[in-house]
């Protein structure tokens, strides 16, 4: 069984997910499956949205008054005005980028955009490199006149650097996903530590290599897939939340046609915390470990099947690797996540963490929805998760200061939901 990973071949299937787009996204009203909410088409981008940020309005100086969001066909940053609660006609705010995937806001106005390059030399061999840049709005006309290179030669592949988020130190968090899909198969050689990691830079850096930073500061946590995302806390924000992509085929030699064992085969998508301030570098044990909770009936993990895996890293070291804090299943591509922090929709959603999965194009269906996350007091054990939005293919999700949620779905449309 083969699924298909949102950023290991995004490019290839924008065509596809065009045709399969609403015929009149921007008029469409959706049902959703709890009561007490509305669904609009909030804007139509036109092209695959990645990405999205609330940021400051440059023109004026109004915080977080603009939407801003990456599109890969385009290789842009849109921008979209709120009209009387309606987004405006998206317009280019910044251009020339290869990849974009990730887009997050500073306080300045300035925005940070992950991008990706071509295969070139560089510290870690002939491969893919991820880079963010830093752009402005030099003369305040509200659009960007300005971009340079804050970080490179993050090590790419099959995935790329993706999600991006600022912490509560003032830093900047990137998401880095891994190289190949099961960890030796599928695309350029892993570099540990930094193939499958959650880095954090100071957002101060300018054309800075990954390579001349020092490790002990710069990794948070490794040992994942794909990581798309990640967001803090606001019962705690020193706990950093990151989803992972499980593998698609973890058994050399296993094709959708001759599966050996569907079962063991792929690999659950999860969700995982580390925390920012324990000066402990969490490894989630991936590539060695790999978790599958329909099969082993838990999230322990279990050895990675492929032998040639164990052979390059080694067994899964089980009692001494963290455990996720809950599983999205199979194929269900779990990507961008934000937090609800405000009142707007009564104290049961306050501080509820929200998935999107874009899901699974081939094979029975997986994701296609909005997922909610419900913790406990003390924001770190999962009590409840269930789908609140059946959607096409969001990618991302994100909150206004007045508590409204906006939804990047890569067929076009960006939706705003809010309680009635």
């Not at 949205?49 to 890969?72: H, I, M, N, Q």
């Not at 978790?291 to 089980?318: M, Q, T």
């Not at 999107?356 to 029975?364: I, K, Q, R, S, V």
Request: aromatic share 8%; net charge negative; charged share 25%.
């Amino acid at each position: 069984m083969m699924r298909t990973r949102v950023v290991a071949v995004m490019v290839g299937l924008v065509a596809v997910i065009a045709v399969s787009a609403p015929a009149s996204s921007t008029d469409q009203t959706l049902p959703i499956p709890e009561p007490g909410f509305t669904v609009i088409s909030y804007a139509s981008t036109g092209g695959a949205p990645t990405s999205l940020a609330f940021g400051k309005d440059t023109r004026e100086g109004e915080r977080d008054k603009r939407l801003y969001v990456t599109d890969l066909v385009g290789g842009t940053v849109l921008v979209i005005d709120d009209l009387g609660g309606l987004g405006d006609d998206p317009e280019v705010f910044a251009e020339g980028f290869r990849s974009p995937l990730g887009v997050v806001a500073a306080k300045d106005g300035s925005l940070y955009v992950s991008d990706a390059e071509g295969s070139r030399d560089g510290p870690f061999g002939f491969r893919p490199y991820g880079r963010v840049w830093r752009v402005i709005d030099k003369d305040r006309d509200g659009i960007a006149d300005r971009k340079y290179v804050v970080l490179k030669d993050l090590p790419n592949g099959r995935h790329n650097t993706n999600g991006m988020a600022f912490g509560p130190d003032g830093m900047l968090y990137v998401t880095n996903g891994n190289s190949t899909d099961d960890g030796v198969e599928g695309g350029e050689s892993e570099v540990v530590p930094w193939s499958g990691s959650l880095i954090r830079i100071d957002p101060k850096l300018r054309r800075t290599s990954l390579a001349d930073l020092p490790r002990k500061k710069t990794l948070v946590a490794t040992g994942w897939r794909n990581v798309y995302d990640v967001a803090f806390s606001p019962i705690d924000r020193s706990l950093a939340f990151v989803p992972h992509n499980g593998v698609d085929d973890a058994r050399k030699g296993s094709t959708a046609e001759n599966p050996i064992d569907p079962n063991l085969e792929d690999s659950d998508d999860l969700l995982f915390v580390t925390d920012i301030n324990d000066r402990r570098r969490d490894d989630f044990g991936f590539p060695s470990c790999l978790h599958n909770v329909a099969e082993k009936g838990s999230l322990k993990p279990y050895n990675n099947p492929n032998p040639d895996v164990i052979d390059k890293f080694g067994r899964c070291p089980i009692k001494r690797t963290p455990r996720p804090v809950s599983s999205f299943g199979l194929h269900t591509s779990s990507d961008g996540l934000a937090f609800q922090k405000t009142r707007a929709w009564g104290r049961d959603y306050r501080n509820d963490l929200f998935v999107a999965e874009w899901g699974n194009l081939f094979g029975p269906p997986a994701g296609h929805d909005i997922v909610r996350v419900q913790f406990d007091r003390t924001g770190r054990r999962v009590k409840s998760q269930t789908v609140f939005l059946e959607l096409d293919v969001p990618l991302d999700v994100t909150f206004d200061r007045s508590g409204a949620m906006y939804i990047a779905d890569f067929s076009g449309p960006i939706y705003k939901v809010d309680k009635i």
